[in-house]
């Protein structure tokens, strides 16, 4: 009986009875034809294990029969509605859902379901609302529920209240992966990396080889740094054997080779992104990547690739074209480099770097005339864009320099140092036209902050050098010596700093020192070192002979410098000296005309030839040379290797004593000895020892002292002129001073002074033969070597 077989099933359902007996009661029952009359329960029960089985069409026949029992049933319509996602018909799904989830209604499963497919639309807001509606019909808490509510949290950027729906539904449910990987980035997003790395490492105990948690996992260990270097590198390389696609492999490798970077292992970085580079020859951001290791591996050829590739590509950012260029330009191809800068600017044309790139392009061009101008220009125009860039700065300086605008030059430079404080290049050329103006406190002062530096040697002893001739310039010839050694000590074969030295050596009046270290920079001299060198030290050692009084082996080196260089200035009037100590005035006076035919009113060769002058008593003559030498601009200036030093000036002001005594001027005599004090060291601290010799009369060690002044070339009369002038000064000084202190002082000065043929009156005795000096301790004069000195000072100034 169909109605009996019915009700024996729906009895064993309710009962819970056996299935298989349950169903064959109902097949036996719809067997009679009555298939609707099995009713709702029987056909949810049978549809629920059809559904059980993945038998979803058997299913969705009998749901819809329960539905035709019992219209709007709310299991057969959830039933109908698992069914229809089963079989991905979504929207039919959805639309039973909504059926079911009517206000009022405390199921869980539409609102939860609908939830998903809210996520799925992208309505994040909405599927909260829906996903916080089940959690509240939830009559107790439901992993299923809690977990969807933290999906819906975290699309809606309630973290927080995600992560704890995600921790409450995890421990229901402890093995739901996605729900860990998700769990685990907001807690990365959070900064809470350790939490994070909790949860992966839980996620890949269950996989490990899912590919989101291997790579976030690399990703939290590379956030380390070094710290976490090598299990980062593990990880990227376990989320690459889930072989991602091409993109996403790049973007591994490109992290991995960040990593190694971070760690100093650039070869491996390098190995990795050429890897990368293979299955991916047109990445970009690869490339760039590769040219910054390759940079600082200097691999020119790597970066000459990448650069030339990241060109090709059209994918160079305008710095990539610059850094491309600047590799061009360092290697020669001006034409090329200049493409790459023109298409940096065509891209940005206010790119300063590319701007001060294409200027310097033009800087170092030999092949155009106004190439220097337009390098100008190029920085006048990054100047103007960015007027504290250094390169700017420095590159506009060079061209100021070059076309001999100094003052602009030094401006420029000092503009840049206040950029950067310990740039070589400002600082070396700073001092070097300082050196040239004789501006020699703040020249010391630019190349004294350049040695200090930690920099380059070859800045470093280009400084020392222009040191050192800066000190011998000054007559500070113990400083001189000491920034030579220190040249010396970075080079020490170095012939311009053994030049050096034997210069101070000349000028303190060690003339066998000074000849073995001009020997020895002569030794060392090469072809790279020219022959400007060489001529200079020929014509040093000439100098060093002639004050020995070797004047056949002092001629014999100027001819050697003379015949490699004919117009070389120093040794033409260091030839004339020589001819002097030969007494041959004419010849001298020939060779100093020649100096001044090369480069006219010279001051040492108007110096010596007022010197020549004076020797043959030509004192009017003399007198105006040597004021001409006085009245020149630049008195220090060049000659040869170095410049000249002060006691030029100083010897100037001697020889114009020496002349204004010859015209019987004694008191314009004395002037010029005080301003001779002031520009000659060694004669001023001659001068200076030499008042206790005057006032005890023993004035024969005084003359010879100021015969063996290095750098004062002057004969025995000569220098009994000067101790005449000298007595005469002292007999002023002290008879001023006599009312209120050395009474017996000014006396014996006074005496001394008559003695040497000086009046009171301020003109020379008549008396050609003058007195004895007076003795020690007033003893009476004797007829002593001192008085026939004494004799020969008397007689004129050319005999002798």
């Keep these: 009986d169909p109605l009996a077989l019915r009700c024996a099933a729906r009895a064993l ?72 996602m089963q079989r991905k018909d979504l929207a039919k799904a959805k639309q039973l859902y909504e059926q079911v989830s009517v206000p009022g209604l405390a199921s869980v499963e539409p609102l939860l379901r609908l939830s998903e497919f809210a996520l799925e639309a992208g309505s994040a807001e909405e599927a909260y609302s829906l996903a916080s509606r089940a959690a509240r019909a939830a009559p107790a808490p439901d ?51 350790q939490d994070a790395l909790v949860w992966l490492k839980r996620v890949l105990e269950t996989n490990p080889l899912d590919y989101e948690a291997n790579l976030c996992m690399a990703q939290l260990h590379a956030a380390r740094k070094a710290a976490g270097a090598s299990q980062a590198l593990h990880y990227f390389r376990a989320a690459l054997q889930r072989r991602p696609g091409v993109k996403e492999a790049q973007e591994i490798q490109s992290q991995m080779a960040s990593v190694q970077i971070a760690i100093g292992s650039w070869r491996d970085a390098q190995q990795t992104l050429e890897s990368a580079l293979t299955d991916a020859p047109d990445a970009v951001d690869l490339w760039r990547q590769l040219l910054t290791v390759c940079t600082n591996l200097q691999d020119a050829k790597g970066q000459q690739q990448c650069q030339k590739r990241l060109a090709q590509l059209n994918g160079s950012a305008p710095a990539d074209r610059v850094a491309y260029g600047n590799q061009l330009l360092s290697e020669g191809q001006r034409r090329e480099a200049r493409e790459q800068f023109e298409q940096a600017l065509k891209a940005d044309p206010d790119n300063v770097e590319a701007i001060v790139s294409l200027a310097t392009s033009w800087r ?70 300082l050196y040239k103006q004789h501006r020699h406190a703040e020249c010391q002062h630019y190349l004294a902050r350049l040695v200090d530096l ?67 920079a002569l030794r060392h001299c090469d072809s790279a070192e020219g022959d400007q060198l060489q001529v200079d030290i020929h014509d040093w050692l000439a100098q060093a002979y002639e004050r020995k009084g070797d004047i056949d082996q002092a001629m014999a080196e100027i001819e050697q410098a003379l015949q490699r260089d004919p117009s070389h200035v120093s040794s033409l009037i260091t030839k004339g000296l020589v001819h002097i100590q030969r007494k041959q005035l004419d010849q001298a006076e020939i060779a100093i005309r020649r100096a001044l035919a090369v480069e006219a009113n010279h001051p040492l060769a108007l110096v010596r030839l007022g010197y020549c002058k004076l020797l043959a008593n030509e004192c009017q003559e003399a007198t105006h040379l040597l004021q001409k030498a006085l009245l020149q601009r630049a008195l220090l200036q060049q000659c040869g290797t170095v410049a000249l030093p002060r006691s030029v000036k100083g010897a100037a002001r001697i020889y114009m004593a020496l002349a204004y005594m010859g015209q019987q001027d004694v008191e314009g005599a004395l002037l010029q000895l005080v301003e001779a004090r002031k520009n000659h060291r060694n004669f001023s601290e001659v001068c200076g020892r030499g008042k ?32 005449h002038l000298m007595a005469k000064e002292l007999e002023s000084d002290l008879s001023r001073e006599s009312s209120s202190r050395d ?15 000086v009046s009171s009156t301020g003109s020379t005795a008549a008396s050609p033969v003058p007195s004895p000096l007076p003795s020690p301790a ?10 026939s000195q004494a004799f020969v000072a008397a007689r004129p100034l050319g005999s002798g």
Aim: charged residues 25%; hydrophobic residues 40%.
């Design 454 to 520: 930690d920099g380059g040697v070859d800045y470093k002893t280009a400084a020392l050098y222009l040191l050192a001739k800066s000190y011998v310039a000054l007559d500070e010839h113990e400083e001189a010596a000491k920034k030579a050694t220190q040249g010396l000590a970075l080079n020490p074969n170095n012939p311009h700093f053994r030049f050096i030295l034997a210069l101070v050596k000349n000028r303190v009046g060690e003339y066998d020192a000074s000849i073995a270290s001009l020997k020895e």
């Design 364 to 433: 170092h061009d030999p092949y155009r005339e106004d190439a220097l101008d337009e390098a100008k220009r190029g920085y006048e125009r990054a100047l103007q864009l960015s007027p504290t860039n250094a390169d700017a700065l420095e590159g506009a300086a060079y061209c100021h320099r070059k076309m001999n605008d100094l003052d602009q030059a030094a401006m420029l430079y000092q503009q840049c140092l206040k950029v950067k404080h310990n740039a070589q290049e400002p600082l070396y050329y700073l001092g070097e036209m």
């Design 143 to 193: 992993a299923a529920v809690l977990l969807g509510l933290g999906r819906a949290c975290a699309k809606t950027g309630r973290n927080e209240e995600a992560v704890r729906s995600f921790e409450q539904g995890l421990s229901l449910k402890p093995g739901d992966s996605s729900a860990m990987m998700t769990l685990a980035t907001l807690h990365k997003a959070a900064g809470r990396d």
């Design 692 to 723: 206790p010799a005057i006032v005890k009369g023993e004035c024969e060690g005084l003359a010879q002292q100021l015969r063996r002044i290095p750098d004062l070339h002057i004969n025995l009369a000569q220098a009994w002129q000067l101790v």
């Design 778 to 787: 007033g003893t009476p004069p004797t007829d002593t070597p001192s008085a």
């Design 13 to 84: 359902v309710a009962t819970g009875g056996p299935e298989q007996e349950i169903r064959s009661l109902a097949r036996r029952a719809a067997g009679s034809g009555d298939d609707a009359a099995l009713g709702r329960d029987l056909h949810c029960y049978l549809a629920g294990c059809l559904e059980r089985e993945r038998d979803f069409a058997g299913a969705e026949r009998h749901f819809a029969a329960a539905l035709s029992s019992r219209p709007g049933d709310e299991s057969a319509l959830l039933g109908l509605a698992r069914v229809c």
């Design 743 to 757: 009474i017996t002082g000014a006396t014996a000065a006074t005496a001394a002074a008559s003695r040497l043929g």
